[in-house]
C-alpha cells in the first residue's frame, strides 16, 4: 500500500487548487531526502498557503516527531493588497484531512506575514524550520519582509522555498528580494527549479544540496550558473516532441545535452 506522501505526490496534489509545478514537487521531495540523509530535522512552515498544494506536500514530508504551521490571511482578505492568492481556511482543513495530513501537528494562523515576528514563528513551529516556503503577498514590501523572516528563522543548513522570483506577473517578488540579498548577505542559492528558487544559509550547506541534488525529470535538463554571485543548480524545461525523443540517446543529442548544461 502506497504512503500518503506517494499518493499526493504521484495524484493528490492536482485535487488541491493551486500553482505548484510538478518538477518543483520532485525537487523539493529530494530536497528533504537530502536532509535526511544528513540529519538535518526540524519542522515546516509556509506563509501564504492559498488551499494548501504545497503545504500539504511539506507536511506529509515530516516524520511523526516534527511540526507544521501555516500562516495566510484567510478571510482577512481585504488585507490582500495586490491579489495574490486568496486562503480559504474552510477548504484548507478540509484538503489537510482528505490527504492524511496529522492536524495534531500543525499550527494554523491567520496573520498577516507583515505582523509576525521571529519569535512567532519559531514557537508556531515548536522549533526553527527546516523548510520554509515563501509564497504571501507579492508587493516588494511583503517580499522583503517575508524572507527576512523566514532566513532569520531557518535552522542550520535548512532550505527556503520562494515562489515566483521569475514570473514577471509579480516583478515585486523579485525586487524585494534582490534588496534583502543586496543588504543582508547570509543566504545561498541552492536551485532555480519549477517556479521556485531554493536558498539556504551557509555556503557549505549550498554546496553539499547542490552535490546531492542529481534528481532527473522529464522533460528537463539541468545545468550550473551563477545566481547572486554564488553556484546556482537551474532545471530548463526542454520540449520533447518526436525528433527529440529519437535524438536524445544518440551520439547527437548527447552533444545537445552536454552543450546546454555548459552553457
Known amino acids: 500500500m502506497k504512503s500518503p506522501i506517494e499518493l499526493y505526490v504521484k495524484k493528490g496534489n492536482f485535487n488541491v487548487e493551486g500553482w505548484l509545478h510538478a518538477v518543483a514537487i520532485a525537487a523539493i521531495h529530494e530536497v528533504a531526502v537530502i536532509q535526511a540523509n544528513e540529519n538535518i530535522r526540524g519542522p515546516v512552515c509556509e ?14 514530508l515530516t516524520n511523526e516527531n516534527e511540526h507544521s504551521a501555516a500562516w495566510d490571511l484567510f478571510d482577512q482578505q481585504n488585507e490582500n493588497y495586490d491579489q495574490s492568492g486568496c486562503g480559504d481556511l474552510d477548504q484548507f482543513r478540509e484538503n489537510l484531512v482528505n490527504h492524511g495530513c496529522d492536524l495534531d501537528r500543525i499550527t494554523i494562523a491567520a496573520r498577516n506575514s507583515m505582523d509576525l515576528k521571529t519569535e512567532d514563528i519559531i514557537k508556531n513551529c515548536n522549533g526553527n524550520p527546516r523548510l520554509f516556503s515563501v509564497d504571501g503577498g507579492h508587493t516588494a514590501e511583503i517580499t522583503y519582509n517575508d524572507i527576512g523572516l523566514a532566513g532569520q528563522t531557518i535552522c542550520e ?20 528580494t534582490c534588496r534583502y540579498m543586496a543588504e543582508s548577505p547570509g543566504l545561498y542559492p541552492v536551485s532555480i527549479v519549477g517556479n521556485k528558487v531554493m536558498l539556504t544559509n551557509s555556503k557549505a550547506a549550498a554546496e553539499m544540496y547542490i552535490h546531492n541534488l542529481n534528481f532527473t525529470y522529464p522533460g528537463y535538463l539541468s545545468k550550473h550558473t551563477t545566481f547572486f554571485g554564488q553556484d546556482v543548480l537551474c532545471y530548463l524545461p526542454f520540449k520533447t516532441n518526436p525528433i527529440w525523443k529519437h535524438l536524445r540517446d544518440r551520439p547527437l543529442g548527447k552533444l545537445i545535452k552536454r552543450l546546454i548544461k555548459s552553457d
Request: glycine residues 14%; charged residues 15%.
Open 47 to 60: 506563509i501564504g498557503v492559498h488551499h494548501g498544494r504545497l503545504f500539504i506536500l511539506l507536511h506529509l
Open 157 to 176: 543548513n535548512g532550505i527556503i522555498i520562494l515562489d515566483d522570483f521569475f514570473n514577471e506577473a509579480w516583478p515585486g517578488v523579485a525586487e524585494g
